[in-house]
């Protein structure tokens, strides 16, 4: 899959942890995945095709059901190599038609879990019934596998033959290991073994070669007599005959398999995209999604919408998750005090956007978003120049270059998100190169939403403009609190809202107080508090 | 497990094996992950056979599974060796089987457990870096042969300084002042010890952790209270007299291993037992 944003965009809008979440549990589901490409303008009716499917089963199956199926589906080997060396006329070993075994098992179960309406429009790959009684014979038990006598007479025959040949051996050696007892030999052992002089016979009987001399001992093996030699020949040709019937039966079921090589790949194909459909099914019921509506114009809009990555790890710390709306024609911009939920806006968006590109809805309650063809994020944690480059440019080097890279290969319609672009720079010309950057992306019908502390942006470029997140007064505290009390008294303060608003609406950033909060020196925040204050401060 | 390479563990195995085999024990054999797999895969080198007879169940990379005489295959296991999949299977006939286990102590302990699910008795045919992947109760038979040391002295400091190392004594759960070493201890750290005249105990997380042997550790150890948190059980050890390269003297190389580790000996080659004599 070619990803429409770059792993820099990926990491900061959550997409790494959403491609986490909707990946495949198999072999085949991975395989299928990777065979997919992202919906881009243009594939509206297939998206929605996608996102219809995907709600129907969330919804139809539910949670509980779709992880039941979801690890049978975990337990279905890929035989794919498999099929591969029998339809090109490879003999195959005994562990594939163990393997051939399991996927026809592993299948039986994804079959039983996939049962009922929930999956009436689906197609459910079925297990080969012809393989599966031709493999029979060798799984006795119904999960091993065997190269058994039952599968054909002659091996049995064989195999029987093989087993008397044995005995012989076996009782031409005794006589021999007998004889040699009876000589003052008393233990004769297989392969090479030790006799020490002082307790051997001299000589030694004939029964005992020796292999090595030493002035203490001997190292000797069992000599086998002509009776014992051919007895070992015998068994040596029936053991080969043996592997001779063993092989004809691996060649029949290799036959057997090649021969329904072609409806097992069509399950493997079947099995592979309903592990993606789970999955996607899955993280839906999970995520309380909504199918949004596509949009065909640079419009966006989200109610209620989450940002997941944020609302899991802000609910595993027992604190509340606001979730945003927002209707974006175009380009605008959202400004608001620090820690006020500036960037998780930008996030959310870029979320969105990435789930409808995957055919996955969207966690809001109502979403009507376009397809794009890149997502890009600029600002804080934008994607730099090559590593070996970046060394070589500052922060703010570093944002203009990742902005060159955007513009120069131009989509047919972007989501730009930019967080606090050109913030290291003065904050004249800052703002400047931000609002130059809004008409630029306003001119190119982008859609965008760029986060900023920089005053009168929107004003200037003549685009909309949100407020999220008001400060009230932060209420005293008995000292410096540790870091989790001392988020939740500055979440308790925050209004996350996220509003339309003209340029008056702008507020302060809060960065004073909110360092205070977060334990810095009081004595340093009392002094930048006075700065703040002072005449020398206010702007020219 | 064995002193060195070639120290005759194959044939201690299949011993092992036979005389399992023999009483009527159901036993699984598992291996460790040779460093030379891939080397004998790809120049053809010898890797270690076993001889078993029907009812043995092996683990082994899926690869080398024999065409003949067939085996019954009944399980796949998530761990991989360098020569791929490793699986379970049960042997049907007499025959030679190439065993190959995964490269960690971790999955080798997985696999083992997997083994003796359906056996009485599971078989590793180890090496003294794998041993994490026994638990607490697992016995350890000790091998050396005459191949790793050019003189019977060396070969039975060898033994010795092995057996002494998985011997170390458990620490005192309520000993607080001993000197707990957070990764390996080295030579150098346990002559710096030596050096300052440290009287406490010295505690690593089991013998593994310990990063010298021979001579070096029979000396250094003899002057530090050397505990560690995991005690280890070897119980016996074997002596494999000749290699192409030397013999020793079996029944003076048996007697003297007993002598020195304290512990039971077996020469395979010649059915012989030594103990130690009585202090």
Redesign the interface.
């Known amino acids: 899959m070619i990803a429409p944003w770059s792993a820099e965009t990926a990491r900061a809008c959550g997409i790494d942890w959403l491609l986490r979440e909707i990946a495949p549990v198999g072999g085949l589901g991975r395989s299928a995945r990777k065979r997919e490409r992202p919906f881009a303008p243009g594939d509206e009716a297939a998206a929605v095709a996608m996102l219809a499917r995907v709600d129907a089963l969330a919804r139809s199956a539910g949670g509980s059901r779709l992880g039941t199926l979801r690890a049978a589906i975990a337990a279905v080997?890929d035989p794919s190599a498999a099929l591969t060396r029998a339809r090109g006329g490879d003999v195959l070993?005994?562990?594939d038609f163990?393997?051939l075994g399991?996927f026809l098992d592993a299948l039986g179960t994804v079959v039983a879990e996939a049962r009922g309406d929930a999956f009436a429009a689906i197609e459910i790959p079925q297990p080969d019934a012809a393989l599966a009684d031709a493999l029979a014979p060798g799984r006795a038990?119904g999960?091993?596998?065997?190269?058994a006598d039952a599968f054909d007479a002659a091996l049995a025959t064989a195999?029987g033959e093989?087993a008397a040949r044995?005995a012989a051996f076996d009782s031409a050696r005794s006589r021999l290991v007998a004889r040699a007892r009876d000589a003052g030999i008393?233990?004769v052992?297989?392969g090479?073994?030790?006799?020490?002089r002082d307790t051997a016979p001299v000589p030694l009987p004939p029964e005992i070669r020796v292999v090595?001399e030493?002035?203490?001992?001997v190292?000797c093996e069992l000599a086998l007599d002509t009776t014992a030699l051919d007895a070992l020949e015998a068994l040596e040709n029936a053991?080969a005959a043996?592997?001779e019937a063993?092989?004809d039966v691996?060649k029949r079921l290799s036959r057997a398999t090649a021969d329904a090589a072609p409806e097992l790949e069509r399950s493997c194909a079947l099995l592979g995209e309903l592990d993606v459909l789970v999955a996607r099914a899955a993280f839906a019921a999970r995520h309380e999604c909504v199918v949004p509506e596509l949009a065909t114009n640079e419009h966006l809009e989200l109610r209620d919408a989450r940002f997941p990555p944020l609302a899991e790890a802000l609910v595993a710390r027992g604190r509340a998750y606001v979730p945003i709306s927002l209707s974006l024609d175009g380009v605008a911009v959202v400004t608001g005090p620090n820690m006020g939920g500036k960037t998780a806006a930008l996030r959310t968006l870029g979320f969105a956007a990435a789930c409808v590109t995957l055919g996955v809805p969207v966690p809001a309650s109502f979403a009507r978003v376009p397809l794009v063809d890149e997502i890009a994020w600029l600002g804080i944690g934008a994607a730099g120049p090559d590593a070996e480059d970046a060394p070589l440019l500052s922060a703010f080097g570093a944002e203009v270059v990742a902005l060159r890279a955007f513009l120069e290969h131009p989509a047919r319609r972007a989501l730009v998100l930019a967080d606090e672009f050109a913030r290291t720079t003065s904050p004249s010309e800052g703002r400047a190169l931000l609002v130059a950057l809004l008409e630029a992306l306003r001119v190119r019908g982008a859609l965008g939403l760029a986060a900023t502390h920089l005053a009168g942006v929107a004003k200037a470029a003549n685009v909309a403009h949100f407020a999220i997140g008001r400060l009230s007064a932060l209420p005293p505290a008995d000292g410096a609190l540790p870091l989790g009390p001392a988020l939740e008294r500055i979440a308790a303060a925050m209004d996350y809202a996220l509003v339309r608003v003209d340029e008056a609406g702008a507020g302060e950033s809060g960065a004073i107080a909110l360092a205070g909060a977060l334990g810095l020196d009081a004595a340093l925040v009392a002094r930048a508090a006075e700065v703040l204050r002072s005449p020398e401060n206010r702007e020219p | 497990m064995g002193t060195s390479k070639n120290a005759g563990k194959t044939v201690v195995t299949a011993a092992l094996a036979?005389a399992l085999g023999d009483a009527g024990t159901s036993f699984g054999l598992c291996s460790i992950g040779r460093d030379g797999e891939a080397f004998d895969a790809l120049e053809g080198g010898s890797k270690p056979r076993f001889?078993l007879r029907a009812g043995a169940s092996i683990a082994t990379a899926?690869t080398l599974?024999p065409?003949?005489?067939?085996?019954?295959?009944?399980?796949?296991t998530a761990e991989r060796s360098a020569l791929g999949p490793i699986?379970l299977a049960?042997v049907?006939?007499?025959g030679h089987f190439e065993i190959a286990g995964p490269p960690s102590a971790e999955a080798l302990r997985r696999v083992a457990h997997a083994l003796g699910e359906t056996t009485e008795f599971t078989l590793v045919d180890g090496a003294v870096d794998r041993l994490a992947a026994l638990r607490g109760e697992d016995a350890i038979v000790v091998a050396v042969g005459a191949h790793a040391a050019p003189t019977l002295e060396h070969a039975v400091d060898d033994v010795t300084a092995l057996v002494r190392r998985l011997q170390l004594p458990l620490v005192d759960d309520d000993d607080r002042d001993a000197v707990r070493v957070g990764g390996a201890l080295t030579a150098a750290m346990a002559a710096e010890f030596v050096r300052a005249g440290e009287k406490r105990a010295v505690v690593v997380a089991d013998a593994t952790h310990v990063a010298f042997g021979g001579k070096t550790f029979l000396t250094l150890a003899s002057r530090l209270d050397l505990r560690c948190e995991r005690a280890l059980h070897p119980i016996a050890c074997t002596v494999a007299?000749?290699s192409w390269a030397r013999?020793f003297?079996?029944?003076a190389f048996a007697r003297a291993v007993a002598e020195r580790t304290r512990l039971p000996v077996f020469?395979v080659?010649?059915?012989t037992v030594a103990e130690a004599r009585a202090v």
């Open positions: 080997p070993a005994d562990v163990f393997e399991r038990d999960r091993s596998f065997y190269v195999r093989s044995r008393g233990d052992r297989d090479e073994f030790v006799l020490m090595r030493a002035p203490t001992y190292l053991d043996v592997a063993e092989e691996r | 036979r001889a899926a599974v065409r003949s005489p067939a085996v019954e295959i009944y399980a796949a699986v049960r049907r006939a007499p007299p000749f013999a003297e079996p029944r020469d080659y010649a059915g």
